[in-house]
């Protein structure tokens, strides 16, 4: 039986209970974490393939939410093995360089932590030492002009041909120097390594001879290697459609011109718009291969910056977040999350190991870490709409106050009954 004690505290006044809302909309908050945040000799070939669409974009990626709208930015990166780099060389390559975006250059044979003398943001993959020399062997290195409209990073490749940066929040380009005297089973394994996202340029020296295919006047034992390994990723050798025969080494042996075709330019990406491959068949630069670059639009996706902060008249995104309770559902999200946020963590490791000199892109991190989350969720819990309207309507503020007094009852009378 209850005591009129009891009966008494349960008749109180309502000031004297605690509010414990129920039945309401409770829409998850966002889920953003607010970070707050000169040309080539006038003697170049220039090939355009007339058969690219000016219609055709970049796709997407997946992770990137389909009401984006896209920007196009003018890039041009640019392509050169040097053969052993000299300090004073810089200059003179970087003066031929003005309307580069970047440029790659191979078989630098430098070793750490040489520096090159240039205001260009430059990142290294340094060479390996030659034994009873003063310089080493192999080596990529890259200079970003102050004037690139992207951020640049670096990413890890894992592999000692290759250097890999990343322009933006999701065009990467992988610059590869394969010495001649690599296996062939070696080259399909350094191939086999490289990290292919949807937007991957890859670029480099690989001592391949593809003969007809673009343009040469001989095979190789690596052409069949890398035309497999195009075949098997989707990729697209642009020499074939837009420098067909034009060869990117150049030399003299016994009076005659010797030439072949070893420096390439590769990509997952329908073919870029207005993309174009320049060689500079009579510049010296001090090394028989000739400077390279290709040209193109990249259709960079722009999040508009509602999407962070939403206003009044957008609808929150929900999703049923209680299911996170459940351990396989939990553990779902957290691979999923790792999945989708690999590249970006990658990029803040770079951003903390090798602090920039300009203001890293705090925005797009910020969108790449959103994305990555609502995905997750997505494919873990999944989402959810929002209740009706005439719901909201038939809860009025008296059925609310009497589920506050029911909520304040239950556990006392419980306790009683006990």
Known sequence: MVSDEVVSEV?????????????????????????????????????????????????????????????????????????????????????????????????????????????????HLYGSPVAGQYRGSMGVSALVSPRCSLPVVEFPVNCKYALGLQLGRSLRLICLYLPPSLPTAEVQSVLDSLPLTDDTIICGDLNVRLGRLVGDSRTNMRSSVLRRWCDDHGLNILNKTLAYGIPTYLTCRGHAEVSSIVDYYITNMPLVRSASISVALDLSLGSDHKLMSLSFEYSVPVVPSTQSSPSLGQVRRLWNLSRLKEPEVQQLYVSTFCSLSAALLDQLQQLCSSPPSTRPPIDHLNDELNAAIYSALDKSVGSRTSRPKQWKRFWTSQLQALADRRDWLYPRILACLL
């Open 11 to 123: 008749l109180s006044s309502k000031e004297d209970r605690p509010t414990i809302r129920r039945h309401r909309d409770d829409p998850v908050e966002d889920m953003a974490m607010d970070l707050n945040t000169y040309y080539y000799n006038a003697s170049s070939r220039q090939v355009s393939d007339p058969s690219i669409p000016s219609s055709q974009s970049i796709p997407l990626s997946p992770s990137t939410p389909s009401n984006n709208t896209s920007s196009l930015v003018p890039l041009t990166i640019g392509l050169w093995n040097a053969n052993g780099l000299q300090a004073s060389t810089v200059d003179d390559l970087l003066r031929h360089c003005q309307s580069f975006s970047l440029v790659f250059i191979t078989e630098t044979w430098l070793l750490p932590p040489a520096r090159l003398p240039t205001s260009w943001q430059q990142f």
